[in-house]
């Protein structure tokens, strides 16, 4: 039933280490996002694909490399973790064009030790 | 570049109470506008939108007119409940070759005591 699903849903982890979270969605759309959200509240884009070809790519390290290898996933792989890094990380997914509605996963929160 | 803002949160309010959230965007172009909610421990939803100047987005007993002179898109609902506590975010879209990207004001927490 789950439209947008997000794995893990936690994640706690060292300094350096690399790790990915992964997203699905059935919904049928051929566009999906990444997205950090800080300890308040600000929420900022990093990265859209429509239909597997990356599209959107914020200022955002390339030690955060996103994958999709399909229309119904989108990865994110981050390497060499920092402690800045900490951060709610949400993955969405619409049909293209400007005004359509994006749908949120329950996000993944990264805590770095 | 494009930019959203917000009223400063946190807003506090009595159950019944009128609300109404302020938001002001600056565009180069003509983006569609939105209101998405997030419930502690959830992803966004979308509230309501609306896509052109003098629209008017409704759901759930909110409402937002897109006003084109002021640059405004204010949220607002005649009374509101407990469940209506949440973190709420005003956003615009630009299609970038058919991705949408949305920028976010910096959110608005909304806690209704009984």
């Known amino acids: 039933d789950t439209a947008v699903s997000q794995t893990p849903k936690y994640l706690v982890t060292q300094m350096g280490n690399d790790k990915s979270i992964k997203c699905e969605q059935n919904?049928?759309?051929?566009?999906m996002y990444w997205y950090k959200q800080d300890s308040k509240k600000f929420l900022k884009i990093m990265f859209s694909?429509?239909?597997?070809?990356?599209?959107i790519n914020e200022t955002v390290p390339n030690r955060f490399s996103p994958k999709s290898p399909d229309k119904a996933h989108l990865n994110l792989h981050i390497n060499s973790l920092e402690l800045g890094d900490s951060a709610v990380y949400f993955c969405?997914?619409?049909?293209?064009?400007?005004?359509?509605?994006?749908?949120f996963g329950d996000g993944t929160r990264l805590s770095i030790l | 570049g494009d930019s959203v803002t917000q009223m400063e949160g946190p807003v506090t309010l009595s159950e019944e109470a009128f609300l109404t959230i302020n938001c002001t965007y600056t565009?180069?172009?003509?983006?569609?506008l939105f209101w998405y909610v997030q419930y502690p421990g959830e992803g966004l939803q979308l509230l309501l939108k609306?896509?052109?100047?003098?629209d008017k987005g409704s759901n759930k007993g909110f409402e937002a007119t897109y006003r084109k002179e002021t640059t405004s898109f204010h949220l607002e609902k005649g009374s509101v409940q407990v469940s209506d506590s949440a973190v709420y975010f005003c956003?615009?879209?630009?299609?970038?070759?058919?991705?949408?990207?949305?920028?976010f004001g910096q959110g608005t927490r909304l806690t209704i005591n009984p």
């Open positions: 969405a997914s619409s049909h293209s064009g400007g005004n359509q509605p994006q749908h």
């Open positions: 694909y429509n239909n597997k070809e990356l599209i």
């Open positions: 919904l049928g759309h051929d566009t």
């Open positions: 565009a180069t172009g003509y983006p569609s």
């Open positions: 956003a615009l879209s630009d299609d970038v070759g058919g991705a949408q990207k949305l920028v």
């Open positions: 609306a896509t052109k100047a003098d």
